[in-house]
């Protein structure tokens, strides 16, 4: 009788397929996340056009781009939200009423704006409580709060502009004209006003990851679990009109306290800094933002202060790289 033998691999050979198998994932991971990093990127880009198409759209309908914010009560969000086919949210934002009342917080809970928020963004803590100088405004809210990664920037702070661009002689008044965002607080402004252009103007920018503290690109603190301070939330939700900020450089620890440092080399703040109150993405190597004739465009983080500050004015002298 003829003996046949059981073909079976050794061990040796399975380790070595093992080793094969698990190189080529290695060597797949990275291509992945690439491909994936791209599809967010791209999400993203499209969701500031639809913003920046928006705010153009209603500017051409009322000859004006809305506030920034009016008080505690609402943003440019809510003015936004019908030229984003949204036209039923914005009918019932009670528009008098500040955002953390009545049925403005149930609807600001329970109603998230796909076009505000950017898809390389992780997973957000809920927030359900809203609280004021430490009395509890809302609680137990049924959802989270709805919230957003785009924004406008107020300005530049002053004093910082003058420093930066070389205007140490200009007083404070001159200052704040020269260092005054797109859309500002309490009132509208209008295309005309923009004497460095349009197309040197940025009207919406990343400023992803809020609630939650992020620097270097890494989330290091989360928000305070299920609170809101209301007024010092950074734009915990969309409709916070404490999201509109103010550029500020990033502060260090002195001796006698909080003090503002020296611009370093490069703008590190954007695409990797901090996410309070300055630009901040996700995305490797700058931030994208809408320009006020309608283009979006790519800024490189690595570029000094002088060269990007001016595209957050209205007058400015304008110099940075854009892609």
């Avoid at 033998?5 to 399975?14: M, S």
Wanted: proline share 7%.
């Amino acid at each position: 009788m003829m003996r046949f033998r059981r073909k079976a691999f050794t061990l040796i050979e399975l380790v070595i397929v093992c080793l094969i198998v698990a190189i080529l994932i290695c060597l797949l991971l990275p291509a992945v996340n690439k491909v994936r990093e791209a599809a967010s990127r791209g999400s993203c880009a499209n969701n500031l056009r639809q913003l920046g198409i928006g705010l153009l759209n209603r500017e051409l309908m009322t000859g004006d781009l809305p506030p920034a914010r009016i008080g505690n009560i609402r943003n440019w969000h809510h003015d936004l939200l019908p030229f984003v086919e949204q036209v039923s949210l914005f009918n019932q934002v009670v528009a008098d009423t500040p955002w953390y009342e009545g049925d403005n917080i149930s609807l600001v809970a329970r109603v998230n704006v796909k076009s505000f928020v950017c898809p390389s963004v992780p997973i957000r803590p809920e927030v359900k409580l809203i609280v004021a100088n430490g009395i509890p405004l809302q609680s137990g809210l049924m959802q989270p709060l709805a919230t957003s990664d785009y924004e406008v920037v107020l300005g530049i702070e002053p004093r910082q502009y003058g420093k930066v661009m070389g205007h140490p002689q200009l007083n404070q008044k001159a200052l704040e004209r020269l260092s005054r965002g797109a859309l500002v607080a309490d009132r509208t402004t209008r295309l005309a006003e923009f004497l460095d252009g349009t197309s040197q103007t940025i009207l919406i920018t990343e400023a992803v990851g809020r609630p939650d503290l992020y620097q270097k690109n890494q989330r290091v603190a989360p928000f305070a679990k299920g609170e809101v301070v209301s007024g010092l939330s950074f734009g915990t939700s969309w409709a916070d009109p404490t999201g509109p900020f103010v550029i500020s450089l990033p502060q260090v620890e002195s001796h006698g306290g909080v003090v503002q440092r020296d611009p370093p080399s490069g703008w590190s703040g954007l695409g990797g800094d901090t996410n309070r109150n300055q630009p901040f993405s996700l995305h490797a190597g700058g931030f994208q933002a809408t320009f006020a004739d309608g283009s979006l465009r790519f800024v490189r983080g690595s570029q000094e202060y002088h060269n990007v500050l001016p595209l957050f004015t209205m007058i400015g002298e304008d110099f940075a790289y854009l892609d």
